[in-house]
């Protein structure tokens, strides 16, 4: 069978090489190339299915953009755009999973290639799958937002969280969310058996990626985001307190028939933990109602693999879409 070529830039990061396990692995795509900046002619071993895989790094000026059918940017934010330019200007599909082409733009303000539209579908395909299989371009969502937003967009779209309310999202993520480039607080002795709060009082790059997407589900709350580092190599939990509209008799049945089609969305009584969902494409979600207040109030529960359901999977979820692909194909359940 014809098997489709993929390009990968920013290959060496924590995102692109889990791409690339992904793509080594993929039924119905190869991998055509894959790009490194200062780690250019490395070459990464990645695990991909149940082998590990021998990537060899180009720079990525080196790269064919031309060949592929379509190419991942893992490049950082600011510096990715351009390169979604070259590969549209090539003639390939890009999924962009920096924050450059997300709603809000991660509060950018670098300018646009002429070749690059302004709004592009944003690719969190279970609450936003129209448009993404049509579209040349998507930008895929940040971790934190994917696992809050999957969490929420139910209760939303019912109108059940109290309109003037302060939603509220404590969620801690695993030290990859971060990014390989060394950095001091990032370190051994900094990280481990530690834990607090960065990012505090409502500034993250990824806030305006989830108020435009909640104001799109219908909500005219107030989102209050706290990120916390968890000493642990990936996974995020997030935990999210909803006032509510009014009281709720059953929130967990407002869960199960959003999701009950999803493949990639498993609800649970069981409070989810990290362990449930690393290495897998999946949000698993929980809810839970608040006992002893006066306000009617909702405590959410999403945990994702941030380099999976958070970024190289859920970009390849999208890229399936784009190939006209099952949507599932690749992606490890
Ligand atoms: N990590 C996550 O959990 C996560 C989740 C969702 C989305 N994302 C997004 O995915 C993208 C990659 O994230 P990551 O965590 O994989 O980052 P990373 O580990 O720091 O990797 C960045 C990649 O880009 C290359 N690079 C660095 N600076 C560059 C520059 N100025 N110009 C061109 N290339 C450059 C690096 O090459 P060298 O290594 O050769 O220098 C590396 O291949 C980011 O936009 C990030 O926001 C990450």
Not at 185 to 196: I, Y
Not at 201 to 211: D, F, K, Y
Not at 218 to 234: A, I
Not at 245 to 258: H, I, K, Q, S
Request: proline share 8%; glycine share 10%.
């Amino acid at each position: 069978m014809h098997s489709i070529p993929i390009g990968v830039l920013g290959a060496s990061g924590y995102a692109g090489r889990e791409l690339c396990g992904l793509i080594a692995a993929h039924p119905q795509c190869h991998l055509a190339f894959a790009t490194a900046n200062e780690r250019r002619g490395q070459t990464f071993r990645v695990r991909g299915g149940s082998r590990v895989h021998d990537i060899h790094m180009i720079g990525h000026d080196e790269a064919p953009l031309g060949d592929a059918a379509l190419v991942f940017s893992a490049l950082p934010h600011g510096a990715s755009v351009e390169w979604v330019g070259r590969v549209l200007a090539a003639g390939a599909k890009v999924v962009d999973l920096s924050s450059d082409l997300r709603p809000g733009r991660g509060g950018s303000t670098h300018p646009l290639p002429d070749n690059v539209p302004a709004q592009v579908p944003y690719g969190l395909p279970e609450l936003f799958r129209e448009g993404i299989a049509e579209s040349p371009v998507v930008a895929n969502p940040g971790c934190y937002p994917t696992s809050i937003l999957v969490a929420l967009a139910p209760f939303v779209r019912a109108g059940l969280v109290s309109p003037d309310a302060l939603v509220s999202v404590a969620a801690a993520s695993g030290v990859s969310g971060a990014g390989a480039s060394p950095k001091a607080e990032l370190l051994f002795a900094e990280v481990t058996e530690n834990f607090r709060a960065y990012g505090a009082g409502n500034v993250h790059r990824h806030l305006p990626e989830m108020t435009d997407s909640l104001h799109r589900l219908g909500g005219s709350f107030d989102l209050l985001f706290t990120p916390h580092l968890l000493p642990v190599d990936r996974g995020i939990l997030s935990t999210i307190t909803v006032p509510l509209a009014a009281p709720l008799a059953d929130p967990m049945a407002v869960l199960r028939e959003a999701y009950a089609h999803e493949p990639f969305v498993e609800v649970t009584d069981a409070l989810p933990a990290l362990a449930d969902v690393v290495h897998r494409n999946v949000v698993r979600v929980s809810a839970v109602t608040v006992q002893h207040v006066r306000t009617p109030t909702l405590l959410l529960f999403a945990a994702i693999d941030n380099l999976v359901k958070g970024a190289a999977g859920q970009a390849v979820q999208n890229a399936n879409l784009m190939l006209g692909l099952d949507e599932t194909a690749g992606l490890p359940l």
